[in-house]
């Protein structure tokens, strides 16, 4: 299971010669850094990974904010049509990309969005799923910390910001690592939507230069350990709230 | 239901609430799958006007071989790795229910595949698959095994097993091709650690007092496996049944970073069908009916699960 990552990790650290030598290695004799060094001078990588963060990031605010306020509406509020609207955002949840990934290519072509940051953003600051998460956990917090609220004057957007979000952290947490996730690794969509050197998040980048030649493997694994090194590290603090949200929901990414 | 029902002020406020999210959901989820519907009835290329043409895209698409390999394909893609990933993190599962001591330290690395992209991991892959350098061939070599270039092997894993021993196979029986299998191999990797994690979670409901009373009986570990744990988990595996399927048909980044669906097309898969044609070819309204296909096929095949092996799910 986790002899392709050593297997990976041990590549980007030998030199050329060792790279291709037989018998393998698994530990390098003499461990080089001069891989990570080519791939951040001969790929923009450093510029790479700057964009990937300014998308996730982007991406995972904007669904906490909009999923809070969403989930709040569901969850507390009482105003017409609110189970039926309710219903076709679950209905969306089922409605595979591949099915909508051409027209809503043509959509940001309209908008002349394409080959901007907005275009890899845009379709995905709100969701279906991130909604019915958090509103599922709004429904267990007690009814009567609201009506207390309510008699101390305490407007709704007020309660929501200082009451039911502290509340709701891990739930929240969940919700961000799972987007950001998605968001890092995703490579179908940046691939459709952009397609300047200067914008394109990690994933495109690498599989771009692979796909040119630009990278021998010593270098390939060195790139591919930069762009896993951030989730990695991210799974290794938050591992509770991930496997709690897995569980909890059998949730996947695309 | 009269509107009185409702305080004014209230219905203002969830308007503004439920806003940003409808408008996301309109945008790109709701309007984009009534437009790929009438895409699929009309010949478009992007640039130029649209034109309806009824039914033609899907008598096209039927009518062409590289669909149908596609469909085969991405069938062969999903019985490899739906059984075999169901068997393999089941197993898994098991095994780490077993002993709690150090199940963080396993649990973490049967999941790391599951948050690495897939770009890298395929990358990873590709370098262990290498025909010339790669490590698999290399360990073949070892037991003499000749090489494989595994990701550039349009011919059936039968065939190819046959042939090593000198049998020739009739073609129909020649299997997935040998690049498919290895791209499996890679998603089977890349999953097996999410579903792990499902079945712990199921696994964890079992009380042990019922395998305490099954040793009294004399039953073996074995036995209490299949007379216990197996009904018992049923729910959970159903659910990764459905789910590993409809994810399975969806199957695009592995072979879009490794063989852009060749050598031959022996790896090519439907959603790599669609984008080829929607963005090398912008054969957008043809694109779109393959689109509609692949939603049915996997619309019929949930469904047939649910009716066939919902009932029969102990809960």
């Known amino acids: 299971m986790i002899f392709p990552f050593v297997w990976g990790i041990s590549t980007s650290l030998k030199d050329m010669r060792e790279v291709l030598a037989n018998p393998f290695s698994i530990i390098p004799r003499d461990i080089t850094l001069i891989n990570y060094k080519n791939v951040v001078k001969s790929i923009p990588i450093v510029r790479f990974f700057i964009n990937s963060l300014i998308v996730s990031v982007t991406i995972t605010a904007s669904q906490l904010f909009t999923c809070s306020l969403s989930a709040y509406a569901f969850a507390r509020l009482k105003f017409p049509f609110r189970d039926g609207l309710f219903y076709i955002l679950l209905g969306t949840m089922m409605i595979p990309q591949h099915v909508i990934m051409i027209p809503v290519y043509i959509i940001l072509n309209f908008f002349r969005l394409i080959d901007t940051y907005a275009a890899m953003i845009v379709p995905f600051?709100?969701?279906?799923?991130?909604t019915f998460l958090l509103r599922q956990f709004f429904l267990t917090i007690p009814k009567e910390l609201e009506e207390a609220a309510t008699l101390d004057g305490c407007g709704h957007l007020r309660f929501l910001f200082r009451i039911m979000l502290p509340l709701s952290r891990p739930i929240l947490a969940t919700l961000a690592i799972f987007t950001f996730m998605w968001s890092w690794n995703n490579y179908l969509w940046p691939l459709i939507v952009t397609n300047r050197i200067e914008i394109r998040t990690l994933q495109y980048g690498l599989a771009m230069f692979k796909e040119e030649g630009g990278l021998n493997w010593g270098q390939l694994m060195a790139g591919t350990t930069i762009a896993t090194v951030p989730i990695l590290v991210m799974f290794l603090v938050m591992q509770r709230q991930f496997i709690q949200g897995i569980t909890l929901t059998g949730l996947r990414e695309g | 239901m009269s509107a009185s029902r409702y305080r004014g002020i209230e219905?203002?406020?969830?308007?503004?609430?439920?806003?940003?999210?409808?408008?996301?959901?309109?945008?790109?989820?709701?309007?984009?799958?009534?437009?790929?519907?009438?895409?699929?009835?009309?010949?478009?290329?992007?640039?130029?006007?649209?034109?309806?043409?009824?039914?033609?895209?899907?008598?096209?698409?039927?009518?062409?071989?590289?669909?149908?390999?596609?469909?085969?394909?991405?069938?062969?893609?999903?019985f490899i790795t739906v059984p075999v990933g169901i068997i393999i993190s089941l197993f898994l599962a098991v095994l780490l229910n077993s002993k709690?001591?150090?199940?963080?330290?396993?649990?973490?690395?049967?999941?790391?595949?599951?948050?690495?992209?897939?770009?890298?991991?395929?990358?990873?892959?590709?370098?262990?698959?290498?025909?010339?350098?790669?490590?698999?061939?290399?360990?073949?070599?070892?037991?003499?095994?000749?090489?494989?270039?595994?990701?550039?092997e349009p011919r059936g894993l039968f065939t190819v097993i046959f042939e090593s021993i000198d049998m020739r196979l009739p073609k129909w029986l020649g299997g997935p091709s040998v690049t498919l299998v290895a791209i499996s191999i890679m998603t089977i990797w890349k999953n097996t650690g999410y579903y792990m994690i499902i079945f712990l979670a199921g696994l964890q409901?079992?009380?042990?007092?019922?395998?305490?009373?099954?040793?009294?009986?004399?039953?073996?570990?074995?036995?209490?496996?299949?007379?216990?744990?197996?009904?018992?988990?049923?729910?959970?595996?159903?659910?990764?049944?459905?789910?590993?399927?409809?994810?399975?048909?969806?199957?695009?980044?592995?072979?879009?970073?490794?063989?852009?669906?060749?050598?031959?097309?022996?790896?090519?898969?439907?959603v790599y069908f669609i984008y080829q044609k929607a963005f090398k070819f912008l054969e957008v309204g043809y694109a779109s009916?393959?689109?509609?296909?692949?939603?049915?096929?996997?619309?019929?095949?949930?469904?047939?699960?649910?009716?066939?092996?919902g009932k029969r799910v102990h809960y």
């Not at chain 2, 308007?15 to 999210?21: G, N, R, V």
């Open chain 1, 125 to 130: 600051i709100s969701g279906a799923f991130g």
């Open chain 2, 100 to 152: 709690i001591k150090g199940i963080q330290v396993y649990r973490t690395i049967y999941f790391m595949p599951v948050m690495t992209s897939v770009v890298a991991s395929a990358f990873i892959w590709q370098w262990i698959f290498q025909s010339q350098n790669g490590i698999l061939n290399y360990l073949f070599g070892l037991i003499g095994i000749k090489p494989l270039s595994w990701l550039n």
């Open chain 2, 205 to 270: 409901t079992i009380p042990k007092t019922l395998y305490e009373a099954a040793e009294i009986d004399g039953a073996g570990k074995v036995r209490a496996f299949f007379a216990i744990t197996l009904p018992i988990l049923s729910p959970t595996t159903y659910f990764v049944l459905i789910m590993s399927v409809i994810v399975s048909f969806q199957v695009f980044e592995q072979v879009a970073v490794t063989t852009q669906g060749g050598p031959l097309n022996s790896s090519l898969v439907l």
């Open chain 2, 289 to 309: 009916s393959a689109a509609f296909i692949l939603f049915a096929i996997v619309l019929v095949l949930t469904v047939f699960q649910v009716k066939l092996l």
């Open chain 2, 11 to 78: 219905i203002r406020r969830a308007a503004f609430f439920i806003l940003p999210t409808y408008i996301i959901i309109f945008t790109f989820i709701i309007i984009p799958v009534f437009f790929a519907f009438y895409l699929s009835f009309n010949k478009w290329n992007l640039l130029g006007s649209m034109k309806f043409t009824g039914l033609s895209n899907y008598k096209k698409l039927f009518s062409s071989e590289e669909f149908w390999k596609a469909v085969v394909n991405t069938f062969y893609y999903s």
